[in-house]
């Protein structure tokens, strides 16, 4: 037993000497982080292995092997749509038996009491790729279940501003547990993250509010939340593209930490990130109960300058796209945030540009925004996107692995 502690606190000590020659432990922030992993984690390393070398975690009385080669493929049977063949399609009117979920901030449903409680529920549209619709690939249907079980004992991040909370409080609302509204206030103020349980306390979810993404690894390392998922977005906070770019310079580097030590601690991790979607200007005026399945329509709309006031045109919503397409370009191009080292790492875009764009129907117009929408409603098409990209990307392997760490981290606290 002896033998065996020294051997950890020896490994610990020199993945501690990697991260300092890599330049990767830059702050306190960070050596906590360290420290926090020294003290909770219990996985045995021999050596430094090649790409395709076969890692080992101990629990134990058993080793838990995993191999790049061997690895599992992923739990779908069917040819799952590609991104590219996702974004090209069309919002299709279902009718329900009663809404997705019930929310229960009052000032935030599009409709009167009398639509939420009736026999039917009018007001779902769901994405049908076009490719779908052919039978050419899958669209995933959201599933709480299937979530639950490719996220057992995961836990994710969802960074961003007041969009991403829309899309956090829609995943709270989708796996059955209730977020305050005034959460995000909190997490503004206080900068902090909020943290939530699921799928019967299987699985985290934490949301940070941060506009401009300028303190990712304090969302990342600040805490005892790290994530194997994070979905990240910025843009609704207008800045010039010089300001962009060197916001975005930093963030990847943070980003590039957060892949580091998902390798040291070898599990999977997920890089998602969101494009923008802009508002819809005169939204309280043009009455849209639709969604508008013509993407030209809309980008007309939005770059059409003689549809502000001289307080909406601040908000620099027909430069929106011009922005999504700088960041997916820089992201695409880190090659670092593409390769597959002896752990996994996916990064994937989230297209709501191409998705959302077509819904200028339930805003909150009644508020005279024409920005964030009603619950339930568009955002909730993010945690389909969200599960659809995970049933590609996550093996049982790596569902595997995420619980013998997160038992490793258990058993060293007693």
Same mark, same amino acid.
């Given at each position: ?51 395709? $070398? ?12 995993? $191999? ?32 997705? @979920? ?31 619709? $052919? ?61 939530? @349980? ?12 941060? %506009? ?19 979905? /990240?977005?910025?843009?609704?906070? @207008? ?80 430069? @929106? ?8 370009? /820089?992201?695409? +191009? ?29 805003? #909150? ?12 409603? +568009? ?20 569902? %595997? ?7 490793? #981290? ?5």
């Amino acid at each position: 037993m002896m033998g065996e502690r020294h051997g950890i606190f020896a490994t610990c000590l020199f993945f501690l000497s990697i991260l300092l020659s890599r330049g990767c432990v830059r702050n306190r922030l960070a050596i906590e982080q360290v420290s926090w992993a020294i003290n909770e984690s219990r996985i045995h390393v021999g050596e430094l292995q090649s790409v395709n $070398s076969s890692t080992s975690l101990s629990k134990t009385n058993q080793s838990f092997s995993i $191999s790049l080669s061997n690895r599992n493929s992923s739990l779908s049977s069917d040819h799952l749509c590609s991104r590219d063949e996702i974004r090209i399609g069309f919002w299709k009117q279902v009718i329900l038996d009663s809404p997705p @979920y019930l929310p229960r901030t009052v000032h935030l449903q599009c409709y009167p009491d009398s639509e939420y409680n009736a026999n039917q529920w009018m007001h779902t549209h769901e994405w049908q790729p076009n490719a779908s619709s $052919s039978t050419d690939c899958t669209f995933t249907d959201w599933d709480p279940n299937e979530y639950c079980k490719l996220m057992r004992r995961a836990t994710i991040l969802i960074i961003g501003d007041s969009l991403s909370f829309e899309h956090y409080r829609s995943l709270g609302h989708l796996l059955g547990i209730h977020i305050s509204q005034f959460s995000q206030h909190e997490s503004k103020k206080e900068q902090k993250n909020i943290v939530n @349980y699921a799928c019967r306390k299987q699985t985290r979810i934490v949301y940070r509010r941060d %506009d401009l993404l300028s303190n990712v690894s304090d969302a990342i390392f600040g805490g005892k939340t790290f994530p194997q998922v994070i979905v /990240m977005n910025r843009g609704a906070h @207008y800045q010039n593209d010089t300001m962009l770019m060197t916001g975005m310079q930093k963030v990847v580097k943070e980003l590039i930490d957060w892949k580091l030590q998902c390798e040291i601690f070898n599990i999977t991790c997920h890089l998602l990130w969101r494009t923008s979607v802009p508002g819809h200007p005169n939204c309280e005026k043009n009455h849209f109960h639709h969604p508008v399945n013509d993407i030209h329509a809309m980008e007309a709309l939005v770059n059409d300058r003689s549809n502000y006031n001289n307080r909406t045109i601040q908000y620099h919503w027909f430069d @929106y796209q011009h922005q999504n397409e700088l960041v997916v370009d /820089m992201l695409t +191009k880190q090659e670092i945030l593409q390769q597959e080292m002896s752990t996994p790492f996916f990064l994937e875009i989230i297209d709501a540009y191409y998705l959302n764009m077509l819904r200028p129907d339930e805003h #909150r117009a009644h508020q005279g925004d024409c920005l964030h929408s009603c619950y339930p409603g +568009k955002m909730d098409v993010y945690s389909q996107l969200l599960l659809h990209f995970l049933k590609i990307q996550r093996s049982q392997t790596d569902i %595997d692995s995420m619980i013998a760490w997160q038992e490793n #981290r258990t058993m060293l606290r007693y």
